[in-house]
């Protein structure tokens, strides 16, 4: 039995155990429904057992040795990653510009953070992908224990993840791969290909682009440690039931011939408004972001424009250019009003994407 099948049993039990509204008690109705779902880890049901079948099911659609679900975003797969494979006093090669968990997670494994740096693409104002020799030349200069890296970047630069894997394993390091927002690309051979069965361990968010709740997200290990031990120092021992159950539901529809049909259709609608708009590619990998900029605007500028006139939020901006995330809920309504928006900002300024 899954967890989806599980919570959808009817409890006719009286509770008297956590969690204390009994599953009958609906503070917010709104969510009324989370709560009917929401179960003890003493359910007779065994959700636990439940869980590891989901999880182990996971593992065999990913081609990895063990894939567990997170409900604390990928930051807790970093930091479990890290603790999976070091000990105190080892060190661990970082980016000096990553997602904070990063360097939390040297600190509480007790290790020592070695920092490498990746150049700037001034055109953009973003980041280039890190690159194997950037990797080499610090692994070169210390003992390090494990390298952290992060493939895609928010704006879509993707690093060559097998050749930072193939440098890592002569230095004999542990390769971390933070792919938080590439966790859709196992699913399409129109997107890059993932690090999941390239790394030693990848991390990705589902509620990022492949359309799950926040804080959802995965960790994958491809190496011979199991990082359940890990994840049992950083994880709460009261996990939320429904969430898991969106986790493993969200994976069956990943896996779906519906959902990669419609990963190829969104694809193609992305493309075809950068077409359609005129528009070039910035130079990323990732099809899923779009990287606007306008010579007479700065980013921020940009990104008021489409919030404050065409009611457009975009994903994250610079003082160069602004960027719109793309996933599984964008549909073609999405990208014709985005498409519409950015015509009407072209009829005045010449942009490029």
């Not at 890190?130 to 890296?149: C, G, M, W, Y």
């Not at 290990?221 to 969200?250: G, Q, R």
Request: hydrophobic share 35%; with cysteine.
């Amino acid at each position: 039995m899954g967890l989806t099948e599980l919570l959808k049993k009817r409890n006719r039990k009286l509770l008297f155990t956590t969690p204390s509204h009994g599953q009958k008690f609906f503070i917010f109705s709104k969510f009324r429904q989370f709560y009917k779902y929401d179960i003890s880890e003493t359910d007779a049901y065994n959700p636990q057992e439940a869980l590891k079948k989901a999880q182990k099911y996971a593992a065999k659609i990913y081609g990895t040795n063990y894939t567990y679900f997170l409900t604390n975003g990928s930051t807790s797969g970093v930091i479990a990653a890290v603790l999976a494979c070091t000990v105190p006093d080892d060190k661990v090669l970082i980016w000096d510009n990553a997602h904070i968990c990063h360097s939390n997670a040297v600190k509480l494994a007790g290790c020592e953070p070695v920092f490498y740096s990746v150049d700037e693409d001034k055109n953009w104002g973003i980041p280039f992908a890190v690159t194997a020799d950037v990797i080499e030349e610090r692994l070169k200069k210390d003992k390090i224990k494990a390298v952290v890296i992060t493939s895609p970047t928010y704006e879509g630069n993707i690093a060559d993840v097998g050749k930072i894997k193939s440098v890592c394993e002569t230095y004999g390091a542990y390769l971390i791969a933070d792919e938080a927002h590439g966790a859709i690309y196992p699913f399409s051979e129109k997107l890059p290909e993932s690090a999941v069965k390239i790394a030693d361990f990848t991390v990705q968010s589902l509620h990022k682009t492949a359309g799950g709740l926040n804080p959802t997200a995965l960790l994958h290990s491809c190496c011979k440690i199991d990082p359940e031990n890990a994840l049992k120092m950083i994880n709460t021992t009261s996990p939320s039931y429904p969430l898991l159950a969106s986790v493993e539901k969200n994976i069956r529809y990943l896996n779906s011939s519906k959902c990669r049909k419609k990963i190829d259709e969104l694809v193609e609608n992305i493309n075809l408004l950068k077409k359609e708009c005129g528009l070039s590619n910035f130079g990323g990998s990732d099809p899923l972001k779009i990287l606007v900029k306008v010579p007479d605007l700065k980013g921020h500028e940009l990104s008021q424009i489409l919030y404050e006139k065409y009611n457009i939020e975009d994903e994250k901006t610079n003082e160069v250019s602004t960027m719109l995330l793309c996933g599984i809920g964008t549909d073609l309504k999405k990208t014709e009003r985005l498409k519409r928006a950015l015509k009407k900002i072209l009829s005045k300024h010449k942009c490029e994407v």
